[in-house]
């Protein structure tokens, strides 16, 4: 609304400050949810080459699965996490 009528930001958080709250909260839980599909499509990606790994003998380690799957997998700390629950109950122990 604020672009169609040519307002600015500041003009926008003047008039309707509570209503801007609203937008920016909501934008973030969207931004959560985003990040929250795009982990668990990952941890997944990262189970399914541990596990062909596994089945071909062969230790499923961060840099095999990272030559595997690409650059962005152990990015974030909650995969890094799991590739070690992974790992355990694939039955290989963590020093």
């Not at 801007?20 to 990262?46: M, N, P």
């Not at 003998?57 to 990015?75: D, M, Q, T």
Request: aromatic share 8%.
């Amino acid at each position: 609304m604020a672009k169609e009528k040519q307002l600015t930001l500041r003009t926008v958080r003047k008039w309707a400050p509570e209503l801007c709250k609203k937008v920016s909260r909501r934008y973030k839980e969207y931004l959560t949810k985003l990040k929250k599909e795009r982990i668990k499509s990952i941890l997944s990606d990262v189970q399914n080459a541990a596990i062909a790994l596994h089945n071909n003998g062969v230790f499923p380690s961060k840099g095999r699965i990272y030559k595997k799957l690409g650059s962005s997998v152990f990015l974030e700390d909650e995969i890094r996490d799991q590739w070690e629950d992974i790992i355990i109950n694939l039955g290989y122990k963590l020093d």
